[in-house]
């Protein structure tokens, strides 16, 4: 593919978060973008387990390439999406996945995209809707929020807290700040491998904070116990912003319990309050009997 449109979709898969997460782009069309992912260590939880946030950024990559593929603005011009909504259905445990971004519909600013992960050798993982947004010219940023934090905590994190820090994937990405009473806040450090093309936290980045925290969230609320079975149901990210180099902080509260279900809100901003991105998540915690 070599227009002008082929070229910012190869462009959004050679982003520096997508070399980190180690995208390798498949097969880029006019509407439709497929990557792979293969498995290493570095992208996964304890167990082998590939972490929802890598299987969100992979949907959402293939998303944005997807729209990026039919679009004819010039420089200079703002692209980057609006919401990406996920559904996870399995896990990935040491197992290479192909991503697929289709354009369902293009309209003058916005695009849908449907994008679907699998395994190699097509077992479903995951599902989402990207909406993806291009205009002329560049933004204004919008107005900072009030935030209200919780006090500093004393002395060291509970244990639980220490270990969903530890995995290979996220616990070199993020600093956990807060994990209590059913709160806990992170911050993503910018570093060159997390970012977009201009500098900023690159969204699958920002998605994958957002998974964190609100599974940190919903942890917060509970003991750990041999046995338990944990999974992330679904996670819902709208993007505001992208600040270029600034860090992210993520305040996440669990809203709602319904027995092992939880509802988990999540703010993201930069230091100066400016809104980043907000999010939902949905995570399951059953306890044994």
Aim: with cysteine.
């Amino acid at each position: 593919m070599d227009s002008g449109a082929g070229r910012l979709a190869e462009g959004a898969l050679n982003e520096p978060y997508c070399r980190f997460l180690g995208v390798r782009p498949l097969a880029i069309d006019p509407g439709s973008v497929r990557l792979e992912l293969p498995y290493r260590e570095a992208i996964s939880n304890p167990g082998r387990q590939v972490h929802g946030g890598v299987m969100s950024s992979a949907l959402g990559i293939a998303g944005r390439a997807a729209a990026l593929s039919v679009s004819e603005l010039v420089s200079p011009f703002t692209a980057a999406s609006v919401e990406i909504g996920v559904v996870y259905l399995s896990s990935a445990v040491g197992e290479d996945m192909i991503a697929h971004g289709e354009v369902v519909r293009r309209g003058k600013e916005l695009t849908h995209v449907r994008s679907t992960l699998a395994t190699a050798a097509g077992k479903p993982l995951a599902s989402a809707m990207v909406i993806f947004r291009t205009v002329p010219g560049p933004e204004t940023p919008p107005e900072p929020l009030k935030i209200v934090r919780r006090p500093d905590p004393e002395g060291e994190p509970p244990s639980m807290a220490r270990a969903l820090m530890s995995t290979p994937f996220i616990g070199p990405l993020v600093r956990l700040e807060r994990f209590s009473g059913g709160h806990a806040e992170l911050i993503m450090p910018v570093r060159d491998d997390l970012c977009d093309a201009a500098g900023a936290l690159h969204e699958g980045a920002l998605g994958a904070l957002i998974d964190t925290a609100g599974a940190s969230a919903a942890w917060s609320n509970v003991r750990p116990t041999p046995g338990m079975k944990v999974s992330t149901v679904s996670i819902d990210v709208n993007f505001c912003s992208a600040p270029a180099g600034k860090e992210a902080i993520a305040i996440a509260h669990t809203v709602a319990r319904r027995k092992e279900i939880f509802f988990n809100r999540v703010d993201v901003v930069a230091p100066d309050n400016v809104p980043i991105a907000l999010g939902s998540v949905i995570y399951r915690i059953v306890l044994p009997g």
